[in-house]
């Protein structure tokens, strides 16, 4: 007999400080309150992902790439079920809480919508077409995650249980989200003897209840969040609680905003208000207010405002609009500057690596004897042309279709002479 597998169950295969479990295994735990409300949580294993961002320099007029950490963190498979659970458990009583306020379309992100930052840019500029004259407002709030209050966030949690105190259980999730702590995966792997190279095999965890005991815990690398703000990103709940933490503000700005004659949407710390031009001078100072109240900042260099006015039958502003990763003008709605370059660098360096790894390879055949095999184009088919499903280029020509942008797809068309281009450079370096 199959059994039916739970919304909140995700089969995870990594290595951590516990064993994968099954669904029925995890069921066992997630759904007893009181195994919930003992359970000791073990530390968020965290690594760094080094990736590269390319802008253009207006100064130096030409292209900078620009090398940024981040830092990705996951809980243990019993830890991410429990959060998964309990998840579950908030959202539906959130749900209610946006129907209930009238915040079903202002809210964005980490729903199930069944919609995209797509669908939310183009219902944005939807928003500024359909008035013919209004002032933008585009706010994102500081390091978002990292600065969540928690007595703010626990009051929050209370108010969509509708309860005056958290029960043993949710008070454990709430305490093991919020007092987490964390331990580099590279150094843990380093002081158990582990191969970082291979480190699943023969094994489906880190170490033993014991090693974890004696070992890990008197080493000095668990480091605890102490400072009373921020939950990891690392977590299935996270996203829903960064949800529930704004909820107050949500339902006042929304209001506010609704009484000005705008609109409002919040795309997690990426704001957007659409207010009549009579609002300008005074909306931003009370806003500011509501978020500083909520503990939170403003990312200043992040912050836009445009007049979008009518004249002579066509909608402008004097720059560009940028929101969700697009840019919106008035009239047409196009994909950022940086997103292009981005897709470029990556492209140079995704074709010069295929190649030489293929260099690599035929040394190889041919030290066995065997004949060299030219470049295969498939996986960069894949990777960098609207061959593939999941890429920069499909994700363009989705954008263009949802948007119904012409802009877009001109955009979007040259990128295929540059994929040839680049195939081309790498074979005249042989």
Known sequence: MQTTREPWFRRRGYLHFDRPVGQAAALTIVS???RVAQRSFFPF?????????VKWDDDLKRLVRKRKERKVAYASHIDSHIYSYYCQLLSARYEQELTGRGLGDC???FRSLGKSNIHFAAEGFAEISRRSNCFVLGLD???FFDTLDHKILKSAWMS????????PDHYAVYKAITRFSMVNLDSVLELLGISKNNPRKGRNRLCSPEDFRDKVRPSGMIRANSTGKGIPQGSSISALLSNIYMLEFDCFINEYVAGLGG??????DDMLFVLPLAAKS?????IKDAISKCQLELQDTKTERRDFVTREGRLVTDKPLQYLGFLFDGERIYLRSASLARYSDRLTRGVHLAKATMRKRNRARVARGEDPRPLFTGNLMRRYTYFGRRNFISYGYRAAKIMNSQSIRRQLRPLWGKFQLALKEERRKR
């Open 32 to 34: 007893d309150p009181v």
């Open 107 to 109: 809210v964005l992100a």
């Open 45 to 53: 294993l965290d690594f760094d992902i080094l990736s590269t961002k």
């Open 141 to 143: 709030i500081r390091g």
């Open 160 to 167: 969509v249980l509708g309860v005056g105190q958290l029960s």
């Open 282 to 286: 005074t909306c931003e100072a009370v």
């Open 263 to 268: 609109k409002y949407f919040r795309y997690c």
